[in-house]
């Protein structure tokens, strides 16, 4: 199974679409990476240095474009939080600048 982790500080972006559905964006990730980890895991950190404090199954994702931004076509992504997504150990890309993991294997 695929999974990324994602640095989401204080729940940015990140909405209740009906519980335990969510939805977490504007992500710059290139759509194959999208779609790699569709029915893998997402995990959400405040920092890359603590454990996840939301995450789960990836159902889907949508792409959105973003004009204002430099690279404005954005990812959505739809996921079904589960208990196994909290409490991961942030794995796979970890340079100071990092708040994407690349996709690893879950």
């Given at each position: 199974m695929k999974a990324?982790?994602?640095?989401?500080?204080?729940?940015?972006?990140?909405?209740?679409?009906k519980m335990p559905v969510f939805e977490s964006g504007y992500w710059d990730i290139s759509e194959s990476d999208a779609a790699v980890v569709?029915?893998?895991?997402?995990?959400?950190?405040?920092?890359?240095?603590?454990?996840?404090?939301?995450?789960?199954?990836?159902?889907?994702?949508?792409?959105?474009?973003?004009?204002e931004l430099a690279h404005a076509t954005r990812i959505i992504f739809v996921f079904e939080?589960?208990?196994?997504?909290?409490?991961?150990?942030w794995k796979g890309a970890d340079h100071a600048m990092a708040w994407y993991s690349g996709v690893v294997d879950g």
């Open positions: 990324i982790h994602l640095k989401c500080e204080d729940r940015l972006n990140l909405t209740c679409v569709v029915g893998g895991m997402i995990y959400m950190h405040q920092t890359k240095n603590e454990l996840s404090y939301m995450g789960g199954v990836v159902q889907s994702f949508r792409i959105e474009v973003r004009p939080s589960t208990k196994e997504g909290r409490g991961a150990k």
